[in-house]
C-alpha cells in the first residue's frame, strides 16, 4: 500500500506478483510511466498486480527535493493549490499526493478542489497542519509515523514553532533531515497516553487510515547498520543499488554527529512501540513499505514489512488484515477482492505454511493467483529469473523516482 516501482515493466510488476502482491498503491506518479503500467495490466496486455496510482507530489514551495533528483508540483497559494488538482486530475491520477512543506492554505484548498473534482487526498501529515485538523479535514491515508509523533506530544506547539523557524534551501534535503531530527527527538520523548487517545480517537472515528511503512522507518533510523539483503540484491542490478548508495550517504548521512546517530537508532525502538499503540488504539492499519527507499527490494519487502508490524506488537491475523482486507475496504474494492469468499476475484496466494502460527510463512509461496490467472512454482521461478536477467542486461533502468529517498526526518515518498 506504499510503493514506488523501481526499473522497467520487467523489473516491479513482476517481482510483485511473485511475491504475492496482486494489487499495489504507487504513491507518486514521478514518471508517467506508471499510468502506462496499470492501463495496460487492466486491459490484459501486461502481466503485473493492478495499480493504483498518485499524482505526482504536490508539495510546498521551497520543496526539499532536487529537481534532478525528482520532479515535484511546488504550490504555495490556494489558486496554485488548486490549479495543480486540476493538473494531476488531467493527467490521470486516481488520487492526489500530498506532501510535509504544504501550508495550511494550499493544503485545505487542494483537500476541497480534490473533493469537488471527485478525488480523494492521501499522503503525508503536513508540518504546519495537526494530524487531527488532517484527519477531520478528509485526508484518506496518513504516511509514515513522523508527523503523527508530533501531533502526541505535550510540546507539540513547541515541536512546531520550531519547524517553522526551519531554514533550507530548495533541494537541500540534508539539512532538512538533520534541523527536523532533534525535533522528532523531542517528541518522542515527550509522549503523552493522554493526547495519544484523543488523536488516535480521531483517526479511528474518521476511519483515517495509517500506512507505517516501518520498513522504510528500520532503515532510515540504523543507517549505518542496515544493508541491502545480499541475496536480493540481484533482482535490482547495479544502477539501483548505486542510486540506494548514493542516497545514504548524501541525503541520510552526511554530516552527522556521534549522537545524532546514536538517538537515530533510538527512534527504531521509539517507532516499534508507536506502531503497537496504533493498534492498540484500533487506528485502521494499511501494510506498505516505502518500496523505492534504500534497501527495499519490491514485491520482498512487504513480507519484511509483516514480520516488523508483527514484532511491534501485532498479532500476525492483524498483520495480514492490513495486507488484505483492509487494503480492499480502503480502495472500494471490497466487493470483489481482499478476503477468499466463492464469488470473489481470484486474488490470492497459496503458501506451504501457516503464517497465522509464522508470520514469516507468508514468504513460503507456492502459487499466486492474479485475477484468476495461476502462476504456478515452475512460472513463479521463471518470474524471477526473468527479473534477474532484464537488470543486468544493458539497458537496465535505475529507480524510477530517484531512489526513493524522503521528505522530512524518518519520512518517506
Not at 480517537?201 to 541491502?228: E, F, K, S
Request: charged share 20%; with cysteine; net charge negative.
Amino acid at each position: 500500500m506504499h510503493v514506488h516501482s523501481l526499473g522497467d515493466e520487467h523489473v516491479s510488476p513482476p517481482l510483485y506478483l511473485a511475491n504475492g502482491l496482486t494489487t499495489v498503491r504507487e504513491m507518486a506518479a514521478t514518471n508517467p510511466i506508471v499510468y502506462d503500467w496499470r492501463d495496460r495490466i487492466d486491459a490484459g496486455t501486461l502481466l503485473g498486480p493492478r495499480m493504483v496510482v498518485a499524482s505526482q507530489i504536490i508539495d510546498g514551495d521551497p520543496t526539499l527535493w532536487d529537481p534532478n533528483l525528482l520532479h515535484v508540483l511546488t504550490v504555495d497559494t490556494a489558486a496554485e493549490a488548486r490549479a495543480a488538482v486540476r493538473q494531476v486530475k488531467a493527467e490521470g491520477a486516481d488520487f492526489v499526493k500530498v506532501y510535509s512543506r504544504l501550508n495550511r492554505a494550499a493544503y485545505f484548498a487542494i483537500i476541497d478542489e480534490a473533493h469537488k473534482l471527485g478525488l480523494t487526498v492521501h499522503g503525508h501529515g503536513p508540518d504546519e497542519i495537526t494530524t487531527k485538523d488532517v484527519s477531520n479535514a478528509g485526508q484518506r491515508s496518513i504516511e509514515h509515523i513522523h508527523s503523527l509523533g508530533l501531533s502526541v506530544s505535550t510540546r507539540e506547539a513547541d515541536v512546531r514553532r520550531m519547524i517553522s523557524e526551519i531554514k533550507v534551501r530548495a533541494g537541500d534535503y540534508n539539512a532538512w533531515f538533520r534541523q527536523m531530527h532533534p525535533i522528532e527527538w523531542i517528541a518522542a520523548n515527550t509522549y503523552s497516553k493522554t493526547r495519544a487517545a484523543d488523536v488516535f480517537g480521531t483517526l479511528r472515528r474518521n476511519n483515517t487510515r495509517v500506512t507505517p511503512t516501518l520498513t522504510m522507518h528500520n532503515v532510515l533510523d540504523q543507517i549505518d547498520y542496515t544493508r541491502l539483503d545480499p541475496n536480493l540484491a540481484k533482482y535490482l542490478g547495479p544502477d539501483a543499488i548505486g542510486t540506494y548508495d548514493y542516497v545514504i550517504e548524501n541525503l541520510y548521512g552526511a554530516n552527522r554527529t556521534a549522537e545524532e546517530i546514536s538517538h537515530q537508532r533510538e527512534m527504531w525502538v521509539w517507532h516499534q512501540q508507536f506502531v503497537k499503540e496504533l493498534f492498540a488504539h484500533d487506528v485502521p492499519i494499511l501494510a506498505g513499505t516505502d518500496t523505492g527507499t534504500p534497501y527495499s527490494v519490491p514485491g520482498f519487502a512487504l513480507h519484511d514489512e509483516l514480520e516488523h508490524l508483527v514484532a511491534a506488537g501485532a498479532t500476525p491475523r492483524q498483520a495480514l488484515y492490513a495486507a488484505t482486507a483492509e487494503p480492499a475496504r480502503f480502495l472500494g474494492l471490497a466487493r470483489d477482492l481482499g478476503t477468499v469468499e466463492a464469488g470473489k476475484i481470484a486474488d490470492l496466494v497459496v503458501l506451504d505454511a501457516d503464517p497465522l502460527t509464522d508470520i514469516r510463512n507468508t514468504r513460503r509461496i507456492h502459487t499466486v493467483i492474479t485475477r484468476g490467472r495461476v502462476i504456478g512454482p515452475a512460472a513463479r521461478a521463471k518470474m524471477l529469473a526473468d527479473v534477474e536477467a532484464a537488470v543486468q542486461g544493458p539497458a537496465s533502468a535505475s529507480a524510477l523516482p530517484a531512489g526513493g529517498c524522503c521528505g522530512t526526518a524518518g519520512s518517506g515518498h
